[in-house]
């Protein structure tokens, strides 16, 4: 997955997309946010620049992206899906009191599902959400 509004741009136009101004503010709100946001938090953080936006945009912008693996979609609290822009390998830590999402290094969960013989499937990548309290909730 890319890195930079750039990199994404790039992966944009190798598919024949353009990065439009709405597509490059998601993409900026994604790349600046922490928190793993849901769909109606991205067309919240982006009406100040773009106060007609859409949630049709957003939605469809968001599964564009998550279609040319830019960005990941992850299970929160409830199920409400939240997007993750990070590139690198990582899992998910989701804390069940307040919501809190945080990626959690690959090292963390030693699983090694992929060279299992007994499995009748290949498995080309696995998704852990790991839940519990986090450290200011506990």
Not at 76 to 94: K, V
Not at 95 to 120: K, N
Not at 123 to 128: E, K, L, Q
């Amino acid at each position: 997955m890319p890195h930079s509004v750039e990199e994404i741009e790039a992966r944009l136009r190798a598919n024949g997309l353009s990065l439009t101004p709405q597509r490059r503010a998601i993409v900026r709100h994604l790349l600046g946010s922490a928190n793993h946001p849901t769909a109606a938090q991205v067309l919240e953080g982006i009406t100040r620049e773009f106060p007609m936006a859409s949630r049709a945009t957003v939605y469809t912008t968001l599964a564009l992206l998550r279609d040319l693996e830019v960005v990941s979609e992850v299970p929160g609290p409830g199920n409400e899906l939240r997007f993750d822009p990070n590139p690198d390998p990582h899992q998910h830590f989701c804390c069940t009191r307040c919501g809190r999402l945080e990626d959690v290094p690959d090292e963390c969960f030693p699983v090694s599902v992929a060279s299992d013989r007994r499995l009748p499937f290949q498995v080309s990548r696995f998704r852990i959400v790991a839940e519990g309290l986090c450290a200011d909730c506990s």
